[in-house]
């Protein structure tokens, strides 16, 4: 069974160094006042003082497209900031943007083939392939020179996440709201909004078809029985008790904010 190992070379050139960051903006504007002198001795004191190894060990930065497991018409950019725990085990943190003060949305948890083919059906069920995404070119590396990314992309497309995301950028422009949503990756063409792709590769520098074209080397594994679950209607969502619905159509229904059709955070496509 095929495992994720990430090369030395590889690893070296993910290393984050601002490549490939500082160009999507996140769209929410939280509350609050700014920052006082004490506020600002103290964060200054932090840095200076305080170790922070799980911080330290994020070496990898990934570009890529969710929507709300039952509700596809919920699109969104997603920005993965990752470590390599071992390997076969990838831990992410999500954020709406690349820049100082983007939001934290959630968490993707990323494990190789091997361990996913171990997990029960019902657990199975929570998980997504990214063979699609590597295929397309939707999954990117910002930053990091092309043969680096494509290496990295064999590794990846044997690969399952998990995601969770705890702040629903797209819709809560203030605060976040509510409980955590399942989140799913596209698995086929015409399920992305275009726009909204298009929007990211232009911000980038990408040219879509050039990467998908550049990945047709790649060959793409048999999809482990239980992932993308969706696809036959077995979809997982948590119940809010807040009653801040996550359903995509009831809050434009309601009137709630949303952020015009390719942008860098949402999709309208269904």
């Not at 657990?123 to 990295?152: C, D, F, N, R, T």
Request: glycine share 8%; charged share 25%.
């Amino acid at each position: 069974m095929r495992r994720l190992i990430i090369s030395t070379a590889v690893a070296s050139a993910m290393i984050l160094t601002g490549c490939g960051g500082g160009n999507t903006q996140s769209d929410v504007k939280s509350p609050g006042s700014k920052e006082k002198n004490k506020t600002e001795v103290l964060e200054t004191g932090a840095k200076v003082l305080q170790n922070k190894p799980p911080i330290e060990t994020i070496n990898a930065y990934l570009d890529g497209f969710h929507f709300y497991n039952g509700h596809m018409k919920g699109q969104m950019e997603a920005h993965h900031y990752c470590s390599i725990l071992n390997a076969d085990i990838i831990q992410c943190v999500i954020y709406d943007g690349n820049v100082k003060d983007a939001k934290i949305m959630g968490v993707e948890y990323i494990i190789s083939e091997k361990l996913f083919a171990g997990l029960p059906d019902a657990e199975k069920a929570l998980w997504h392939s990214h063979v699609y995404e590597v295929k397309s070119g939707q999954l990117v590396a910002p930053g990091i020179p092309e043969a680096a990314e494509h290496a990295l992309m064999e590794k990846l497309i044997h690969t399952y996440g998990k995601t969770w995301h705890t702040w629903h950028t797209d819709l809560d422009k203030v605060l976040p709201l509510g409980v955590p949503q399942l989140m799913m990756g596209f698995t086929a063409d015409d399920q992305a909004d275009p726009a909204m792709v298009e929007a990211r590769n232009q911000r980038f520098g990408i040219d879509g078809e050039k990467k998908r074209l550049s990945r047709a080397d790649i060959a793409a594994p048999a999809i482990v029985k239980g992932a993308d679950a969706w696809q036959e209607g077995k979809t997982v969502q948590i119940d809010d008790p807040t009653g801040s619905q996550h359903d995509y159509e009831h809050k434009m229904q309601q009137g709630h904010e949303a952020t015009p059709p390719g942008s860098n955070s949402r999709s309208d496509k269904p």
